[in-house]
């Protein structure tokens, strides 16, 4: 999918109790208009992949754990603690999309990244996967904040009628 990055949020250095780092990215996801184009088919198909239903600023939203395609619970590579993904609609708009991406890398791997002679990285601790746990409870609750505002900064409660 192709979007306008509309944020970008990295930690600042080491998460305390965390051997690592952690970002979220916010981007616009724009869709083709038409007949064919029913978002909300869009998030269900999500949902019979695995994602959880859920809503964000009101509208409809689905997250998921793990990769792209939502069919794995958790990350598989060792240097990716845990990575969340939320798609939700965009109130006021029925050809936008919003993703939300919350990434929490292992420190012990970032420093060998994209070097080949440095040996695969450690498992991570027990702490590290607890404060990785509670990052992905964070941004869930974070989701619970977002509010759609139109240019003007009012709130937008409904979508377009036709």
Do not use: H, Y
């Not at 890398?105 to 990244?113: F, H, K, P, T």
Request: include cysteine; hydrophobic fraction near 45%; charged fraction near 25%.
């Amino acid at each position: 999918m192709d979007g306008l990055v509309l944020d970008a949020f990295v930690t600042a250095g080491r998460i305390p109790g965390l051997d690592g780092t952690a970002s979220v990215l916010v981007t616009l996801v724009p869709t083709a208009p038409g007949a064919g184009a029913d978002l909300d088919r869009l998030l269900l198909a999500r949902v019979a992949r695995g994602a959880e239903a859920m809503s964000v600023g009101r509208e409809a939203a689905v997250a998921w754990n793990g990769d792209r395609d939502g069919t794995r619970a958790e990350v598989a590579d060792d240097r990716v603690l845990r990575r969340r993904t939320v798609l939700a609609r965009v109130a006021g708009s029925d050809c936008l999309m919003a993703s939300f991406t919350l990434t929490v890398i292992s420190g012990r791997a970032v420093a060998g990244l994209g070097l080949a002679s440095q040996p695969r990285p450690r498992r991570p601790d027990e702490e590290s996967i607890e404060v990785a746990d509670a990052l992905v409870e964070l941004f869930d609750a974070m989701m619970t904040t977002v509010r759609w505002l139109d240019d003007q900064g009012r709130v937008i409660t409904d979508r377009p009628t036709t």
